[in-house]
């Protein structure tokens, strides 16, 4: 500013000294007169520039620097300036603050927030879909007239946050499960965060259900097992009588062990998140095993069929191969009454090879098809428990196919048969070298 106030100095300086020597020219009125003339155009010229700030200032464009001499040509450049460096802070603002609105919206966590009478102030996408909040609508509105749900109403009223409420049945779907908790910050504003733990609940009521199931299946079996031990014990049975019962614990011991069995080959396949290896697992050899295998399990009472096409082999775990195989042969075995076919057939198509079983059973119902892989699932409890069955089975095969990356198929029509089909990978195959 020292540039402006000598220039302020001088031009007065410079109008004094011209109406001074004038003055002393000619006379002192021509040197008055001067001094006012000079006093009068600088006057206007104030006056003008004064105006078209004003004028500047109550419609502002940031571009456009008017031109001007001297002084106000000064003033109108550090104007500019100091506009043009308010905006950019202003700029610098809004893109910070875009970014922050971005990284709450990229977060896989519901977020809103409320202000000092818990009216929704803003929310992101995820809490619109997880509360069924609508941000424009429902802005000023209040949490607890959006979200009725007596926990959380309680849970906002009670004020201590310590730890998060967990929602059930929320969203379109009734399906969601959210832990919500609330955040206090500022001049009482709060920020409530939710997390979809639909997932963790689903994990936790099958955990809850398999405890049941096992404990369910082993009851059975130890219940009749201390029964005959009790019978064995306290009557005086004759040799025979004695047999007999031994062989029926014998039959109840086998069918704990089963189980035990099957739940330890699952928890293997769940535990193991490694593919299995790529050996190859010779196709021949598989095949006259389950041959006799179903042979010894349906005791001369079935016709079974091995149908080899192809001659391709496969590449797997062997023991898991076999534990999947097996299983559908034993299952259509059981479900086949006498005089049934079994056809166990060995194909290709294209690159894919194809691992099936067919049978002239009893079939099953297309409503059970798709739960058919459930842990413990039996169509007919009753007749799977007569055969020995422990519903762990299918459950098995799906997770040996899925982790040969194959593709599990049935077909089935009630009284006259089922078809599994266990499809393989090109990956999972090789040709025979011969
Ligand atoms: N070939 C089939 N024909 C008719 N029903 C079948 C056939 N295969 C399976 N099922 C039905 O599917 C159910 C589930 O089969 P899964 O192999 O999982 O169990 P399971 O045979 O009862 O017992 P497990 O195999 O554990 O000893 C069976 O209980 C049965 O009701
Ligand atoms: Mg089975």
Excluded at 96 to 116: C, D, K, T, W, Y
């Amino acid at each position: 500013m020292l540039s402006l106030k000598i220039r302020l100095i001088t031009i007065t300086f410079i109008v004094t000294l011209t109406a001074w020597v004038l003055g002393e020219a000619f006379s002192a009125v021509v040197g008055w007169i001067t001094a006012l003339i000079l006093l009068s155009a600088m006057l206007i010229h104030q006056l003008w520039h004064a105006s078209k700030l004003t004028h500047l200032l109550l419609s502002p464009s940031y571009g456009e620097v008017p031109g001007a001499l001297g002084i106000w040509g000064e003033i109108y450049y550090r104007l500019h300036k100091l506009v043009r460096a308010w905006r950019d802070q202003v700029i610098e603002v809004e893109q910070q603050h875009q970014r922050f609105i971005q990284a709450i919206q990229a977060s896989p966590n519901g977020v809103v927030m409320l202000n000092e009478d818990d009216q929704i102030e803003w929310c992101n996408e995820i809490a619109e879909k997880h509360f069924g909040i609508n941000a424009k609508r429902d802005s000023k509105q209040r949490m607890t007239h959006i979200l009725r749900k007596p926990s959380f109403v309680q849970y906002i009223t009670r004020q201590n946050y310590r730890d998060p409420v967990r929602l059930t049945g929320m969203g379109n779907l009734e399906e969601l499960s959210l832990d919500v908790q609330i955040f206090p910050y500022g001049d009482k504003q709060k920020l409530i965060l939710s997390q979809d733990v639909s997932q963790i609940e689903k994990t936790d009521a099958m955990r809850r259900d398999f405890v049941a199931n096992v404990s369910h299946e082993l009851k059975t079996p130890l219940t009749v097992l201390a029964g005959f031990l009790e019978t064995v014990q306290e009557l005086d049975l004759s040799p025979e009588d004695r047999t007999k019962y031994l062989d029926l614990m014998g039959v109840q011991t086998v069918r704990m062990k089963n189980l035990v069995d099957d739940l330890l080959t699952l928890a293997k396949l769940e535990g193991n998140s490694e593919p299995p290896v790529y050996q190859t697992v010779p196709m021949d050899g598989m095949l006259s095993r389950l041959k006799f295998d179903a042979e010894g399990l349906s005791g001369g009472k079935h016709q079974i069929l091995i149908e080899k096409e192809s001659n391709l082999d496969l590449l797997g775990d062997d023991q898991e191969l076999y534990s999947a195989f097996s299983n559908l042969i034993s299952n259509a075995v059981r479900y086949t009454p006498e005089g049934g076919k079994i056809i166990v057939r060995w194909s290709q198509v294209g690159g894919e090879a194809f691992f099936c079983v067919e049978d002239t059973g009893l079939g099953i119902p297309a409503e059970y098809i798709p739960r058919l892989t459930e842990r413990f699932y039996r169509v007919d409890r009753s007749r799977s428990r007569e055969t020995g069955g422990t519903g762990l089975g299918m459950a098995i095969v799906k997770h040996v196919i899925n982790r040969h990356q194959g593709e599990l198929k049935i077909e089935s029509t009630v009284g006259r048969g089922s078809s599994f089909y266990l499809i393989f990978p090109a990956q999972r195959v090789v040709s025979k070298v011969s």
